[in-house]
């Protein structure tokens, strides 16, 4: 597919989930790759994760912006709140929108169904509207929508690696429900309005500052209190894990390439939409990730060399909601924007252990 190219130099770009783990990743990346940008952060700070340490994420941010000489700036918001969504759009006029603001995890969207309706679905219908009516009145508008979707949408598919080309209509949670619902979304608002959008597949996205819900994070905390790790399906799992440096990358290079606006045979705009799996391409079995990380826990100095760490694992089935196997093809990431994750687990659980060690050590 065409795509147009984004200068990100001299433009302002919304990044909403900004104190979240890869949102705040991204926002330093742009803050210290680009010239004369205004970076807008958006987030609520939901408590879902430590609120410490998305305060500290926000921190990291304000120095890497101190750093430039770019401007960023933070909006404490809720994306279901159409008004503030919409005072963001009329105030800042981002050129390039990326949503990561959402409410993640699969296993607490079976305890908390109504908060994913209201973030995820009500949220990003917000981000629709407002991109809309960005272009009111003849303005330039939002040049590039880039959402965040998710490796879960393919459910409990058995053909691996996963294809954005397979079909992906039987979601095994309603987080993957609502994932799956935002580029049905954006599909409909490509095609009605316009607007450049591209969602992005990400798969289990992990390392430094990362999500204290996801298993090596968990299972770090939890090894270090001396409490046990709990090993769905009994490690028959497999994952494809993307580092976090990985994903940035991508998310960076995709901003600048948004799908090409045209005009079919009927007159009417030829939906400039896309999606893409972005993942390392490496699926790992469970119990060699859970080797590695422990390897590199005591490497790091965060558990001792005589940790026994058999007796602090259980062994338990698969949880609803959960599915086998994860594999991403990113053959049309790497094709369309010449880029393919390269950091591999040890040196991604090197970095994540490196530096909990030194966080938690305050
Ligand atoms: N990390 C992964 O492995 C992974 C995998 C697939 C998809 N994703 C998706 O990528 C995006 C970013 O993920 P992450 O790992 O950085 O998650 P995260 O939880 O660290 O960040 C999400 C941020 O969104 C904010 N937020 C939630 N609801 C909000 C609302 N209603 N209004 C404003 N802010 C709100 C939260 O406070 C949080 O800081 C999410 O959309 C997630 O679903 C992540």
């Known amino acids: 597919m065409s795509k147009y190219a984004i200068d990100l130099n001299g433009k302002t770009v919304l990044i909403t ?39 500290w994420r926000l921190s990291q941010v304000d120095k890497a912006a101190e750093e430039s000489c770019n401007t960023w700036v933070f909006i404490k918001g809720d994306l279901a709140d159409s008004e503030a969504v919409a005072s963001v759009f009329s105030e800042y006029k981002p050129s390039v929108v990326v949503n990561l603001a959402a409410q993640a995890g699969v296993r607490y969207s079976i305890e908390h169904p109504d908060v994913y309706i209201s973030s995820n679905i009500i949220g990003f219908y917000n981000i629709l509207e407002a991109c809309r009516h960005s272009y009111d009145g003849g303005e330039c508008g939002v040049e590039h929508l880039v959402y965040a979707s998710s490796s879960s949408v393919y459910g409990g598919n058995k053909k691996v690696p996963f294809s954005t ?43 430094p500052a990362g999500r204290t819900d996801m298993f090596y994070f968990s299972a770090t905390n939890n090894l270090r209190a001396g409490k046990d790790i709990r090993i769905f399906n009994y490690g028959k799992c497999k994952r494809d894990f993307t580092y976090i440096d990985d994903i940035v990358e991508g998310i960076f290079r995709v901003m600048q390439g948004a799908p090409g606006r045209r005009v079919g045979e009927d007159g009417l705009p030829v939906p400039p939409y ?10 790992e079995n469970l119990l060699d990730y859970i080797t590695v990380l422990q390897e590199e826990l005591i490497h ?10 058999e007796a602090h694992k259980v062994f338990v089935p698969m949880q609803p909601g959960d599915v086998p196997v994860t594999y991403a093809d990113s053959s049309a990431l790497e094709k369309d924007y010449g880029f393919k994750p390269k950091i591999g687990i040890r040196e991604g659980l090197r970095r994540f252990a490196e530096w909990y060690k030194k966080f938690y050590s305050y």
């Not at 989930?17 to 705040?24: H, K, P, T």
């Not at 991204?26 to 609520?44: E, N, Q, S």
């Not at 790091?300 to 760490?309: I, Q």
């Open 274 to 283: 896309a999606v893409y799996n972005i993942g390392g391409g490496t699926p």
């Open 165 to 207: 080309d397979d079909r992906v209509d039987n979601p095994v949670s309603l987080y993957a429900a609502t994932k799956k619902s935002n580029e049905l979304m954006a599909h409909t608002y490509s095609k009605l309005y316009n607007i450049p959008s591209t969602g992005l597949r990400f798969f289990t996205v992990y390392g």
């Open 17 to 55: 989930g900004a104190a979240g783990f890869i949102g705040s990743y991204l926002a330093m990346r742009i803050l210290r790759d680009c010239k004369d940008v205004t970076v807008v952060g958006f987030d609520i700070i939901t408590d879902y994760n430590p609120v410490e340490l998305k305060e």
């Open 300 to 309: 790091a100095g965060v558990l001792p060399e005589d940790y026994d760490f």
